[in-house]
Nanobody
Framework: QVQLVESGGGLVQAGGSLRLSCAASGRAFSSYAMGWFRQAPGKERVFVGA????????NYADSVKGRFTISRDNAKNTVYLQMNSLKPEDTAVYYC??????????????????WGQGTRVTVSS
């Protein structure tokens, strides 16, 4: 069992930056692939990006490529989402999730077994 807790959300102006953190419990964290998803008001939860268990491989949704970066520190059981050049359309609740296979999948929510409670990001124009 893995418990995930996101932090770092808040209100930021367009063009600004935020770094989200996701702290995980459990010794198996370093073997999991980790993903970030977001859900805007009135919309479905969508894939933002993911990182493999080793941190060597990442992938991103087209909407955030070049602006968002995912990294992880397995010694700290933490995964990060660095968000730069934020836009109002990035406003959403951001969730981290854990995939026990450890490798990157296709970005479907069903690939992830464990989820955090989410942290809200609001980007003002």
């Amino acid at each position: 069992q893995v418990q995930l807790v996101e932090s770092g959300g808040g209100l930021v102006q367009a063009g600004g930056s935020l770094r989200l953190s996701c702290a995980a419990s459990g010794r198996a964290f370093s073997s999991y692939a980790m993903g970030w998803f977001r859900q805007a008001p009135g919309k479905e939860r969508v894939f933002v990006g993911a990182i493999s268990w080793s941190g060597r491989t990442t992938n991103y949704a087209d909407s955030v490529k070049g602006r968002f970066t995912i990294s992880r520190d397995n010694a700290k059981n933490t995964v990060y989402l660095q968000m730069n050049s934020l836009k109002p359309e990035d406003t959403a609740v951001y969730y981290c999730a854990a995939d026990p296979t450890g490798v990157l999948g296709l970005g479907f929510a069903s690939e992830y077994h464990y989820w955090g409670q989410g942290t809200r990001v609001t980007v003002s124009s």
